[in-house]
């Protein structure tokens, strides 16, 4: 079993890495984290990090950073690029998310999102398109806070509970 987390170098998806590597660890399963490159597209790029303003399109640079994005925040997990073309219609990043989804059994999709709102299908990302297949559950993160693993390790865990009366 995996779980999967679409990884774009947000601070949303980086904190849906961050809770998909709490619950790997809870639960022992692998994390894989995916990102799709439309290739040679350099604004694409900029508008989420992967360039700096000045920069032209470089793949291996693309993919090196966010490799480290990943390894700064989930150094245990896999990770997977996949190129699209540059001009790739919609819906493409989300078909090929779920793709891999299915070739690796995902048992749970991470999904950093602000517009998870109250209705799935109103994220204006991938999201939308990666929530709507049914072969796996979907985790929304909204906040970029740490998790509950994260905040329970912080000295926040409830008192323990007494123990039962048993009969002699």
Known sequence: MTFLVPLDGSPLAEAALARAAEAGDAFDEDVLAVSVIPTGNAEYARERGWLEPNEEFDLDRVVSRLHTRLTDTCPSADFRHVVVDRYAP????????????????????????????????????????????????VVIVRHRGPGIVARRDGGHRRPPKSDFYLPE
């Open 90 to 137: 919609s819906g493409t990043i989300a078909n090929r998310i779920r793709g891999i989804a299915h070739a690796e059994d995902a048992a749970l999709v991470f999904v950093g999102s602000e517009n998870a709102g109250l209705i799935v299908t109103s994220l204006s990302s991938v999201g939308s398109g990666v929530a709507a297949d049914d072969a796996y559950d």
